[in-house]
Every structure is written in C-alpha cells, then in structure tokens.
C-alpha cells in the first residue's frame, strides 16, 4: 500500500500521526503557530534523543579519533565575518506584487526544470527569472507577477551583549553550528592527544531566517546540525573523501533506511574555496529525492579564514616530522529534523496483519521511542496488575518502557504499532498460577514467544541494540 499512494497523501499522514501520537506539535500552535518552528513532544523527544545517540555513537565512541564538542550558540560576531555568512549567506528572494508571498527564486526555478541554486549570482538568478517567470506562478494566489529578485542574508540578529539600545552592534544566532568546531580546533589539539588526521564531532543548533519555510521538518527556521569535521593534511583529501562519504550512507543503511531510497548528489556549483562538494538525497515522501546530508571537502578554507580574521595561529604541527601546515577539513552536516522526518518517512507502513488494517512505524529498535510495553491482561484482576507492576518496574530501570492498561489486549498493540514499539509484554494468568513466564509480542511479524521474568531484561536487550 505505502509505495502505491501519492507522495502528498503519505506526507499528510505521516503529519497527522506525528500530530496525534505526540511526535511533533506545530510551534506556538495555541497561538495560530509559528512557521518554520516546530516542538518534538513526548515521544518525538524520545526519537530524536535516540537518532542523536545512534549517530554520536557511531562518530565519537565507536572511533580512534574523533572527538566531541559542545560549543556555545553566541559568538563573538566577527566570527561571521570571517566565514562569510554576514556577507555571503543569503537565499534569492522576489515577492509577488499581488499578495506579498515570498518565493525562493532557485527552488522555484528548480521545480520547473531550470537549474538554479543559492550560490548563482544576483544578476545571474534575474537572468534566469526574467527569463522563465512566466512558468512560475505565487504559491498563494496563483498570480505571476513578481519583483526582481535580491539576496536575502538568512543570519538571525540578536541583541545579546548589545547595550546601545540601537542593535548597532547584533550578535548573530549561529547560521550554522560548525563554527563552533572550527574555533577550537586548537583548543582539541592542545588538551587532547589528537592528531591529524582526527575529527570533531558536534550536534549544535543553527537558525536560518528561511524565505519559505516548509515540508513539514524538512526546511525549519530552528534546527539542529550534527556536523563532523575532519582535519587531514592538505592534499590527502581525495581517498579519505570517498570513504567518508560511502561511511555515511552505510549508517543510514545501517539504521534502517532502503539503499534505493538513498542517493548521491554532486554539487554542480561549488563554493570558490570547495574543492569537491555532494549531497546524500533521501527519498522525502512529499516532493522525492532531496538533500539529507551535505558531504563537503573544504580545503584550508575555514581555519585559514579565522587565523585572518582572529590573528591567532592556526597551523597545526606534525608532533613527528615538525612540519607545519593549515590543515584541510571533510565535513559531514546532518539537520536532525531531516533525518527524524527520513527515519519516520521510512517506518512508516500502513498493511493487512491478522486480517485487519493497521498503522505500524517499523522503525529500527534502536531508534523507537518506547522499546518496550507492559499489559496486565486485565486492568480489574489485582493479582494480574500487581505482577505486571513488578515486571514494567524491573525493565525500566534500564529500558525505556511503557505501562498500559487501557482497552483490550489487541488494541494496546495497534496503539504501540503506531508508535514503533518493537516488544509488548504481557502477563496473563498463566504468569502467576504457572509461573510460566510473560508473553512478549514482536511489532513486525507478531510473533509471540513465552519468555521466564528472570530472563527478559537480558532478552530485550539483546534485540535492541
Ligand atoms: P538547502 O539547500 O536545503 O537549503 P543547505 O545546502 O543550505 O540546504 P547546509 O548549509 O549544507 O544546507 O546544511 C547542512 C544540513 O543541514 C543540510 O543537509 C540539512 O540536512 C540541514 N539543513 C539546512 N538547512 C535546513 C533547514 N532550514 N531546515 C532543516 N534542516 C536544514
């Protein structure tokens, strides 16, 4: 059924469940919302929690040679200056005459089949509007007549540490959360025994005044970045390159998602410092193949840009040979939200199981939410409840476990389908007359298995790591 339905009608379930099943609530929704912001609630929490520890696992602990950070989001504001986001980080905006939506001129341009992107120039983005505007219609009220088209700088200006009253002198929220790696580089080598080649690991949060902020997670003014940077010798960027790039689309495998629902995406337009720039695209339900992950290949670019403007040194020097160089840096950058929206796009499914029709996120038991339930059969049998109790008190101290005993016992599993809960636990009469253990029930085949309660903590760890 999933691959069958429109994309749209997919996406606006997904939405729906994420709404319903306390995933994801619009921002300040009491309020009318906000757009571009959105809040993780209960259990979306619990998701995004577990993306980050699957992917900070796989970057920090489970490496020789990578470190984490935790930067803080203010900087001193030259630092924008230098990375050429106060000058250079902007989108093309027009707006239409009639209704005053905004457009983001590339991704219009895009969408009729006209390659465009966010780095062509202002003169060059008017050409190629001048030329096509016609075939390009406002979002909102379905007019074509726009403005020119401008550059439209996405920094968000802040007051912090600001006292003139006047914001002469903004701080910016960070345009994007790797700076914060960039400036201390240093500081990792000086007070760790790192040594090139190494990386830096980071999810740091980033805010982007988007024209037109939409599909759901996939473009949101707040977001989240997990970044990598890898510091190499200048010129020995080709082969650590390629690795790194097939390292991460393997994990995404690896978590769960279709190798055919994944692709690479080689940048046509680089960056004038980039030596090599690509995309991994997922299979997004609401328009397909879109960018997930940047995988870049910097150069010298970025230290060298902060040794100019900070005046501090930023070579680095081989402990074993004493030579000194600026190193390069492979950067990998993930917005969480785009990876839960992959995560959940992909679990969801929507089949025949026991002849009824049911809703289940076949997300990887590493990533759910919940990763266990606990049912008393029945709510009104003490002894029953009581037992149930005992076991749901045992398992949570060291898994993430819900208690339920609301309706009967096939509707707690349609709930804790729709939520990706991979066990279900349940104890019945059997359990304390026989003392022949609980039943535990497994999400995607249903398969139930009699398992003793001195042994379950073990047998559900075992299936979710
Ligand atoms: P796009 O072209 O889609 O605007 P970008 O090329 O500007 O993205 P980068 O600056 O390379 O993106 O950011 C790295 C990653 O951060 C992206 O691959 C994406 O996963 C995420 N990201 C960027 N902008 C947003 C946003 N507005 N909302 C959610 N995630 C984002």
Excluded at 135 to 163: E, S, Y
Excluded at 303 to 324: A, F, R, W
């Amino acid at each position: 059924m999933k691959n069958s339905e429109p994309k749209n009608d997919l996406m606006e379930k997904i939405v729906s469940l994420c709404k319903r099943r306390g995933f994801i609530f619009q921002g300040s929704e009491i309020y009318g919302g906000m757009a571009g912001m959105y809040d993780y609630g209960p259990y979306g929490v619990e998701l995004l929690n577990n993306i980050k520890a699957a992917w900070w696992k796989e970057h920090v602990q489970k490496r020789d040679n990578y470190f984490g950070l935790d930067s803080a989001m203010f900087k001193e504001p030259r630092v924008w200056e230098a990375s050429g986001h106060t000058s250079g980080f902007s989108d093309p905006l027009a707006e239409c005459k009639k209704c005053n939506t905004r457009i983001r001129v590339d991704k219009e341009l895009d969408k009729i089949g006209v390659k465009a992107d966010e780095k062509m120039s202002e003169a060059k983005l008017n050409e190629l509007f001048n030329e096509y505007k016609t075939k390009i219609k406002c979002p909102k009220c379905g007019a074509n007549d726009f403005t020119p088209v401008h550059a439209f700088n996405l920094l968000v200006k802040t007051n912090m540490g600001d006292f003139t009253g006047k914001n002469e002198n903004p701080a910016y929220l960070p345009g994007e959360a790797c700076q914060g790696i960039y400036l201390n580089f240093k500081n990792v080598v000086d007070s760790t025994r790192a040594k090139i080649p190494f990386g830096i690991a980071q999810i740091g949060k980033a805010f982007r005044n988007e024209i037109s902020p939409r599909n759901f997670l996939f473009r949101t003014r707040e977001l989240e970045q997990a970044d990598t940077q890898y510091f190499i010798r200048p010129n020995e960027n080709k082969e650590a390159y390629e690795k790194i790039k097939q390292d991460r689309f393997k994990w995404y495998v690896s978590m769960g998602i279709k190798p055919e629902n994944l692709r690479f995406k080689q940048h046509e337009n680089l960056a004038f410092y980039a030596a090599d720039a690509w995309d991994i695209e997922y299979n997004f339900p609401f328009n397909g193949f879109d960018e997930l992950e940047g995988i870049h290949d910097r150069t010298n670019y970025d230290l060298t840009q902060h040794m100019k403007y900070s005046g501090t040194d930023l070579n680095y020097t081989d402990p074993n040979t004493g030579e000194k160089y600026i190193p390069w840096i492979l950067e990998t950058s993930v917005g969480m939200g785009r990876m839960f929206l992959a995560f959940i796009s992909e679990a969801y499914t929507e089949e025949e199981f026991g002849g009824e029709a049911r809703t289940v996120l076949k997300l990887s038991p590493r990533l759910a939410p919940i990763k266990v339930a606990v049912f008393p059969l029945l709510k009104n049998k003490p002894e029953l409840v009581a037992k149930a109790r005992e076991v749901y008190e045992m398992l949570r101290e060291d898994i993430r476990t819900e208690w339920d005993d609301n309706g009967n016992v096939g509707k707690r599993y349609r709930r804790q389908d729709e939520i990706g809960t991979p066990f279900c636990v349940t104890i019945d009469f059997e359990t304390i007359e026989q003392d022949a253990g609980v039943t535990v029930r497994e999400r995607d085949t249903g398969k139930q298995e009699r398992v003793k309660i001195e042994d379950l903590k073990d047998y559900i760890k075992g299936k979710i790591h």
